[in-house]
């Protein structure tokens, strides 16, 4: 038994030293030892690609679009940088700055106006851009399911139609709308809605034929991004960042970068339901078609370090002189689960819980109904650690029992061990004895915490996914709960409150298992001064109660400070 729990602490210990090494060298700007340094966003000194040589997309899956002869072309990819000719549009509405260019009638950058950056805190977020340094912009366009057919995409220089470009007091919408020359007699336009305090803009898609042939046209809804995690993010924790396909078969599909670079992403690629989306820690943007229908989804490395993801609709055929209108979404904004619920069926997935999604979802809505209570973030985690330590009393109480025995017994464990040191087999037995005459489960302070541990972890991953924590403060200095502590209070009282933990559990009868559980708290409470002051009030919290419930069961035991 006892090798066992020294060879779990080892393994534990070494680990946590890997780990907090390999997040010290990413934060230092030395690379992750599980992969190379960050490289820049695509090259803005490349000039623009053609369709030919940087395709977007691999060719579309046939079942999805309708029959045509030959293969439907890949999507084009994106300059990183527009040519000088194309002209830039500002919409302003009362949440976002959108900035188009257009050519193509791309949105190349979007300023969120009620969150700040994480570097600088005088400046806003500026999810979208298109720039020497970054790439992360939102195209449409179409591509014809017959071979050889020209049709407007997002590298078609567009002209922008008079109209106003700021929200108006009163207003409850400003719209933009770019049309396209004839190519071969077809024509496309596209008119953007903003309304007023929301992050979706609605995109309606019109398509003219004017040549004398039908033409089988498919809109493709792009997403393009370079694959470089976002500014300001802690080397401490991880966060995803990359696209995602959301499908009622298949649910919500994360597509990692090195995939899409390896050709190996395994999404699914047709349906007639679903959005794709790009995800970053706290922001989103997603193309959502609610209407049933069939679709195609395309992930694609274009150049070095630039990725795209995109949804590919066939419109049908259309006849000359007809027009056909689609409409569609684009969301471009903070992940605020409650609304992203409201907009498409599983987009608030794009908030990250990981794997412990069935119990996080739960805890943030506690969590949410406590903050419409109490009106602060700070006090509703306070709150709902209390609700969870109240949650499962027993169950500690049981544990804190069972470690409070151990602590009893400690002295005879080591005089057992200092008489058996030569003689392991009799010493295991003999402390067996000792365990069994004193009703002692060496086990019974574990399985307790072991049963409720999913359910702080599934907490945790709720303070650090949620975009209503950004920018919150609580008390005093804590301006900001998803930022770092700026005088290091809270993790000092974090790492001192663990190790008070330390003094009150059972010494391990193994003097070298007995300084590792000393050293544990020193090298995790490390870890937390870099961790954001939600994350850190949030042990704090539950180390407090944690320890106020254990001195009350060693104290009625009579084992306090034995």
Not at 25 to 52: D, E, I, R, V, Y
Not at 157 to 170: C, D, I, K, N, Y
Not at 505 to 533: E, I, R, S, Y
Request: net charge positive; with cysteine.
């Amino acid at each position: 038994m006892t090798d066992i729990r020294r060879t779990l602490l080892w393994v534990v210990f070494t680990m946590s030293l890997v780990l907090i090494w390999d997040a010290w060298q990413k934060h230092t700007g030395h690379g992750s030892l599980f992969g190379g340094p960050q490289k820049p966003a695509a090259s803005a000194s490349g000039g623009l690609p053609n369709a030919a040589s940087a395709p977007g997309v691999p060719a579309p899956v046939a079942a999805a679009v309708p029959a045509a002869a030959g293969a439907a072309p890949a999507l084009p990819g994106v300059p990183a940088v527009a040519p000088t000719t194309s002209e830039r549009v500002t919409i302003t509405t009362d949440v976002v700055r959108a900035v188009f260019d257009s050519q193509g009638g791309n949105l190349v950058q979007l300023e969120l106006l009620d969150y700040r950056d994480a570097v600088d805190a005088k400046k806003n977020v500026v999810l979208l851009d298109q720039s020497a340094s970054r790439l992360y912009v939102a195209q449409t366009g179409l591509v014809a399911a017959q071979a050889g057919v020209a049709l407007p995409n997002h590298f078609t220089q567009m002209s922008v139609v008079a109209g106003e470009r700021t929200l108006a007091p009163g207003a409850k919408a400003v719209t933009l709308r770019f049309e396209s020359p004839a190519i071969d007699g077809r024509k496309l336009a596209k008119t953007y809605t903003f309304k007023r305090g929301e992050y979706t803009i609605g995109v309606k898609h019109e398509v003219t034929n004017e040549g004398s042939t039908p033409v089988t046209p498919q809109l493709y809804l792009q997403l393009a991004r370079d694959g470089n995690p976002p500014a300001g993010e802690s080397s401490f924790y991880f966060t995803f960042t990359g696209p995602a396909v959301y499908t009622d078969a298949q649910k919500f599909q994360k597509v990692d970068f090195k995939d899409i670079a390896k050709g190996g992403t395994s999404h699914e690629k047709a349906a007639d339901n679903g959005w794709v989306s790009m995800v970053q820690h706290y922001f989103a943007s997603a193309w959502l078609v609610n209407a049933p229908g069939p679709r195609e989804f395309r992930t694609a490395k274009v150049s070095d370090n630039h990725f795209t993801v995109a949804m590919v609709l066939p419109l049908g055929e259309l006849a000359p002189g007809a027009t056909q209108t689609h409409e569609a979404v684009l969301f471009a904004g903070p992940q605020e689960e409650n609304k992203l619920a409201a907009l498409a069926p599983g987009l608030e997935l794009v908030k990250d819980y990981g794997w412990l999604t069935v119990l996080s979802k739960p805890l943030f809505w506690l969590l949410d109904k406590l903050h419409g209570m109490l009106g602060n973030w700070g006090w509703a985690i306070v709150g709902l650690v209390v609700l969870l330590k109240i949650a499962f009393y027993w169950l500690n109480a049981s544990a804190y029992r069972s470690m409070a025995k151990m602590k009893a017994v400690a002295p005879k464990v080591t005089e057992l061990r200092e008489r058996y040191k030569d003689k392991p087999q009799e010493m295991q037995q003999q402390m067996m004895r000792i365990y069994r005459e004193e009703k002692v489960n060496p086990l019974g302070g574990c399985l307790p915490i072991f049963v409720q541990m999913p359910f702080f972890i599934a907490l945790y991953w709720v303070l650090l996914s949620s975009v209503e924590m950004r920018g919150a403060p609580w008390i005093g200095w804590i301006k900001d709960l998803s930022a770092i502590d700026p005088w290091f209070i809270l993790p000092v009282l974090m790492t001192a409150s663990s190790l008070f933990q330390v003094w009150l559990n059972p010494t391990p009868p193994d003097p070298m298992q007995a300084k590792l559980m000393w050293f544990m708290p020193l090298a995790f409470g490390f870890m937390f001064f870099f961790f954001p002051a939600g994350l850190v009030l949030y042990w704090l919290t539950n180390n407090i109660l944690s320890i106020a419930q254990q001195w009350f069961i060693n104290k009625q035991l009579g084992v306090l400070g034995k």
